[in-house]
């Protein structure tokens, strides 16, 4: 069976529920390329042998990246809401939760107690 989980919020999708996709691609934007006389007549063989200096300690990924990425998204309604509000600023917590969040119930599920501290650690 195939899941789903949106990759704003974390919540899983269901098969059937509604979600959004969103591909980003980010390329690396080039001028037209104008080849002249010199440009042909040129060694280039010095430059090529400069440019893999330059390139072989790095990460592949990290170099493939600066030429193509892409990036494909699942999103439920509420962080698709929030994707296309600010799509530039997108972060998980602008997505208007469905349900409310206890937060005194998830600071004491961490051993926090009410006054905010954690309670003294134990003999071990």
Excluded at 3 to 9: E, F, K, P, S
Excluded at 52 to 73: G, S
Excluded at 94 to 114: P, V
């Amino acid at each position: 069976m195939i899941r789903y989980r949106c990759d704003g919020c974390g919540a899983e999708l269901p098969h059937t529920a509604l979600r959004y996709t969103v591909n980003i691609d980010v390329r690396a934007a080039y001028d037209v390329l104008e080849v002249t006389l010199l440009d042909l007549v040129r060694d280039h063989r010095a430059e090529m042998i400069e440019l893999i200096e330059r390139l072989k300690h790095k990460d592949p990924r990290e170099i493939e990246e600066t030429v193509y990425k892409n990036i494909k998204l699942d999103l439920c309604p509420s962080c698709q809401r929030a994707f296309i509000r600010a799509p530039l600023r997108f972060h998980p917590e602008q997505g208007e939760r469905e349900t409310e969040i206890d937060i005194d119930a998830f600071l004491r599920s961490l051993g926090i107690g009410e006054s905010g501290e954690k309670p003294a650690a134990g003999p071990d």
